[in-house]
């Protein structure tokens, strides 16, 4: 079975800085996805970034950027240029290629941007 | 539509009440997923239909918790009987695969 850990529950940063999430992940699949999503107090679930596991370049989308260690099972996001909007719940995801595709989710860390 | 719409909102339901939610998916979009989402956690994986077939069903937690989409398109999570346990945020979402789902904005249900 699959499991998805992030340690950090909370976290802070200062508008304009960098700030790097944790995750990690438990898996014996060879080809899967993971993600990052944002959830704010709206609830829905928003979706900043993607990453296939059998794609060794870490994925990217404007301020967001992944640090995608296989071997590791690392999936870490960094957030540049931190914005008051980024304040939200985000959750990684781990996600099959096939069959069911149901996500398994880790617990959330909550980021607050201050300004 | 443009994307996934849930109603009710919000529900509050008397201990032992059976309720409905429903979810309209993004049109064209083959699976629909249903997450429970209990306060302070991250979605939990409840069923999936590809079309009108369920065809996963065990992150149900009890019989009392239904599901069905009997056209392929909308689709109504029925709880029976709810309990307090059973408060919590539900999330519908649904895509063409695996590759990234698109939620809706949940039903936050409250068991009084």
């Known amino acids: 079975a699959q499991t998805v850990t992030q340690s950090q529950p909370e976290m802070s940063v200062q508008e304009a800085e960098t700030v790097t999430l944790s995750c990690t992940y438990d898996?014996?699949?060879?080809?899967?996805?993971l993600f990052w999503y944002k959830q704010p107090p709206s609830r829905q679930m928003i979706l900043v970034i993607r990453q296939e596991a059998y794609k060794q370049q870490n994925a990217t989308e404007n301020r967001f950027s992944v640090n995608f260690q296989k071997a590791a099972k690392s999936f870490s996001l960094k957030i540049s240029d931190s914005q008051l909007g980024d304040t939200a719940m985000y959750f990684c995801?781990?996600?099959?290629?096939?069959?069911?595709?149901?996500?398994?989710f880790g617990t959330g860390t909550r980021l607050k941007v201050l300004a | 539509g443009a994307g996934v719409s849930q109603s009710p909102r919000y529900k509050v339901a008397k201990r032992g009440q059976d309720v409905a939610l429903r979810c309209d998916p993004i049109?064209?979009?083959?699976?629909l997923f249903w997450y429970q989402q209990a306060l302070g956690q991250g979605p939990e994986f409840l069923t999936y239909f590809q079309n009108e077939a369920q065809l996963d069903k065990s992150g149900l937690p009890s019989d009392r918790f239904f599901a069905e989409r009997p056209e392929g398109s909308v689709s109504t999570l029925k709880i029976q009987r709810t309990q307090q346990e059973d408060s919590a945020v539900y999330l519908c979402?649904?895509?063409?695969?695996?590759?990234?789902?698109?939620f809706g904005s949940g039903t936050r249900l409250t068991v009084v």
């Open positions: 979402a649904s895509s063409f695969g695996g590759s990234g789902y698109t």
């Open positions: 898996t014996s699949e060879n080809n899967y996805y």
């Open positions: 995801a781990f996600g099959m290629t096939s069959g069911t595709y149901k996500y398994i």
């Open positions: 049109s064209g979009h083959v699976s």
